[in-house]
């Protein structure tokens, strides 16, 4: 509940914080009638305007993103311990739905790295908690039940988050901790995936990666060198691959050479009873087959789903933000987060009526790829889920004979090429509060489970956003022989009557303690008669502020002194009124700020202050 009410105050300090600068009621129009408004048919208008010479970019695009999807959802697939038809099956209905009602031309989505492995963290310790002595058919059947379900929730959050405009509360999770997170996720990968190409088994659960590896050395003489050299070259030629030919569906490559090596190959290691373990292994012979249900309800699993689902809507919608934005720099199109939102959420929302199918995502590799392979509209992603289809559906008797080593040297591979080494380092370069929110979420995810260190992370940040807010800039003014409001350094022997003391920043109840000790220093000097708080600079105040100013108030009125406010908004005033405070003060002690002439409320403040002590 912590980080519900967290999120909730963030969405708070998100709605005034942009609107400083005095817009806030036209900025707030502007937000709820064009920006967050959603779009139920976004796709017929492109339809409409849709050319036949489109056609030809997109197919050709949607082509080259099936080939490179293909390898990389049965690699997800195996990275979550999920059927291979999880990831297949999020891969052409992710790419379909949210192609069609997101507002990207360019995002793919589908499976994806960090919510594989945050599906697998979470699947197998609810598993290991709530159901430990469940095995074979029985297991797996419970699995897909809390995956369809766990689907579905985040199905529903998604939409909710796109109707309710709560995506922008994602603004306030800082760069560090998705950099932090995704390098943590790295490191866990990799250490799942070492054990397919080392060839070592892995017979031990624990939701921490650091075990995970303590493990692996621990099995190290198990090492089967037929597979690791198998590993090793696929790891080799898939790099070579992408360095030599970067618009080729290297993956692609690389598992059909890799896979022919290892079909001759394995004929041969029979006679010494030993093999390289393929596809078919995992008891995949047959092409998947569509499943429709209805999704498993039960209040106790929505008890024990609900964190983690948020956990994997958040990363979703990060990642869809994130991958968008960033190729909508390139493109020049304009992206409606609201509306990316939607498109996974409803996507989602159908997927969790598939019976096994992954939590659909964005791609940064499939999505750099479909922009580079040329794709003109958002067709380019729906064709590329229907030609995921017709491949796996009527090509799987060669799909079934990859190898499991091929499937884990993708990923290792790609987890290289999630975190930039130089994003790193700026992280650690801007201050010492990226580094160690960066450096406290990588380790969360080696030590915790995924979806707990995603919401340590976020808090991490949030605990370093509130205390810098919580440090407002107050400073003390007075007018010059020139008549000029210039901020002055206050001396000890310098008792004036009148004290102006302005505020700058975020006044909310962090800044309370700030607030009051500057004032308690001011009011113990007996020659100050009218304190004058300047709030030029502040669109927003709480509770605990108006609070503080009405016991200031109280305590100067019973020592015969004064409190007036000035450079007050017109925001501010509707709070003060409906707090009391314009009622305790009296409106002729506040005054309202202009924005043509800024100093003006300060000038006919100390007038009044004037009056006051003459009286």
């Given at each position: ?113 960090g919510v594989a492995i945050l599906i697998q963290m979470i699947l197998a310790n609810i598993m290991y908690v709530h ?485």
């Open positions: 509940m912590l980080f519900l009410y967290l999120l909730l105050y963030l969405y708070k300090i998100s709605i005034y914080m942009i609107e400083i600068g005095g817009l806030m009621k036209k900025r707030l129009i502007d937000i709820y009638s064009v920006e967050t408004k959603i779009r139920f048919l976004p796709f017929i208008k492109a339809l409409k305007r849709y050319k036949l010479k489109f056609f030809k970019d997109d197919i050709i695009a949607a082509i080259s993103v099936a080939l490179l999807a293909i390898p990389q959802s049965i690699a997800y697939s195996l990275l979550a311990n999920l059927p291979v038809e999880a990831g297949i099956f999020s891969a052409i209905f992710g790419s379909i739905f949210t192609g069609a009602f997101g507002s990207s031309r360019h995002l793919i989505a589908g499976p994806s790295t159901y430990p002595d469940l095995t074979g058919a029985q297991r797996d059947l419970i699995i897909l039940n809390l995956l369809m379900f766990l689907v579905f929730i985040v199905g529903v959050i998604q939409l909710a988050f796109g109707f309710l405009n709560l995506g922008k509360m994602l603004q306030f999770v800082s760069r560090s901790v998705i950099l932090g997170y995704f390098a943590g996720v790295g490191v866990a990968i990799i250490i799942n995936q070492i054990y397919y190409i080392f060839g070592i088994s892995s017979t031990t659960f624990t939701p921490s990666a650091v075990m995970k590896a303590v493990f692996f050395i621990a099995h190290i003489n198990e090492i089967n060198f037929i597979t690791l050299a198998i590993g090793l070259l696929s790891i080799s030629t898939l790099v070579l691959l992408k360095w030599k030919f970067k618009k080729f569906p290297s993956a692609l490559l690389m598992v059909a050479g890799i896979g022919l090596l290892v079909y001759f190959l394995n004929f041969v290691l029979q006679k010494y009873q030993l093999n390289v373990a393929l596809l078919k292994d995992l008891g995949m012979t047959k092409a998947p087959k569509i499943k429709l249900v209805v999704p498993f309800w039960d209040f106790k699993l929505l008890y024990i789903l609900f964190f983690p689902s948020l956990a994997v809507a958040l990363l979703s919608i990060l990642e869809v933000s994130s991958i968008s934005k960033g190729v909508a720099t390139s493109s020049g199109q304009k992206i409606r987060s609201n509306q990316e939102i939607f498109g996974v959420g409803l996507s989602n929302l159908i997927l969790s009526f598939f019976y096994s199918a992954m939590p659909s995502s964005a791609s940064i590799s499939r999505t750099t790829l479909n922009y580079q392979a040329g794709a003109k509209t958002r067709f380019a992603a729906v064709y590329s889920g229907i030609i995921i289809a017709f491949l796996i559906f009527f090509f799987w008797p060669f799909v079934k004979h990859v190898p499991l080593t091929a499937l884990a040297a993708i990923l290792i591979v790609m987890v290289l090429s999630v975190v930039e080494i130089r994003h790193v380092k700026l992280c650690f370069r801007a201050g010492i509060a990226d580094g160690v929110v960066f450096s406290l979420t990588m380790a969360s995810c080696l030590v915790f489970r995924l979806d707990i260190a995603f919401f340590i992370g976020i808090i991490i940040s949030i605990i370093f956003y509130l205390r810098r807010a919580a440090v407002p800039n107050l400073v003390e003014y007075a007018y010059d022989k020139e008549g000029k409001l210039t901020v002055i350094i206050p001396k000890r022997k310098d008792h004036r009557k009148i004290r102006i003391i302005g505020i700058a920043g975020e006044l909310f109840f962090a800044a309370v303690d700030l607030v009051q000790n500057t004032f308690q220093k001011i009011i113990k000097d007996p020659e100050v008669k009218v304190i004058i708080l300047r709030l030029k600079n502040i669109y927003h105040v709480d509770a605990s502020i108006c609070l503080a100013i009405l016991r200031l108030n109280d305590y100067l009125k019973s020592t015969k002194r004064f409190l007036l406010i000035c450079g007050v908004t017109d925001e501010v005033f509707e709070i003060f009124e409906k707090t009391g405070v314009v009622k305790q003060l009296g409106r002729d002690k506040i005054f309202l700020t202009s924005e043509e002439k800024p100093q003006l409320s300060t000038k006919k403040a100390v007038e009044k202050a004037q009056k006051l002590i003459s009286q």
